[in-house]
């Protein structure tokens, strides 16, 4: 395989294996998985984000926003709200509940940091995450 079709195979398979192991970890510390606390943290972080906003954080189309809100809602974790000016929009609220499933899940994800802080070595945590962040905000 060329060093090309390589990186890209290997960012896939990164990707996969990190969501899958993380998923299994953080179902068992909260409940929940990563892309929904990927959620739960954009809620806490944006009081009163619509769900077009949530996609647009998120990157996903709101048709996936919209399951993974009704299953984050059916759940207690998130509510639902009437938007203060948009009467066809709704608000999203972290409840008591989903606040206390990301202090629960805390301790995993800074043990998992730790774990890549170990396996990136002195600095190669933070070039990857940099790097990452360029990835996932590219526009080829």
């Known amino acids: 395989m060329s ?26 510390a909260a ?15 944006e009081p009163g984000i619509t769900q077009q906003g949530l996609a647009r954080v998120l990157g996903l189309r709101e ?14 974790l998130v509510a639902r709200r009437p938007h203060p ?17 990301l202090t629960a899940v805390q301790p995993e994800i800074d043990r998992f940091n730790g774990e890549l802080r170990e396996l990136l070595g002195d600095g190669g945590f933070e070039r990857t995450a940099a790097a990452l962040h360029r990835l996932a905000y590219w526009e080829p």
């Open 3 to 28: 060093d090309d079709q390589r990186l890209y195979f290997l960012l896939q398979r990164a990707a996969h294996q990190l969501r899958t192991g993380v998923d299994r970890r953080c179902l068992a």
């Open 85 to 101: 000016s948009e009467h066809r929009a709704v608000v999203l609220e972290l409840t008591d509940e989903g606040a206390a499933a």
């Open 31 to 45: 409940g929940v998985t990563t892309a929904q606390l990927g959620a739960l943290f954009a809620v806490r972080d």
């Open 63 to 76: 048709s996936a926003v919209t399951g993974l809100v009704g299953r984050l809602t059916r759940a207690g």
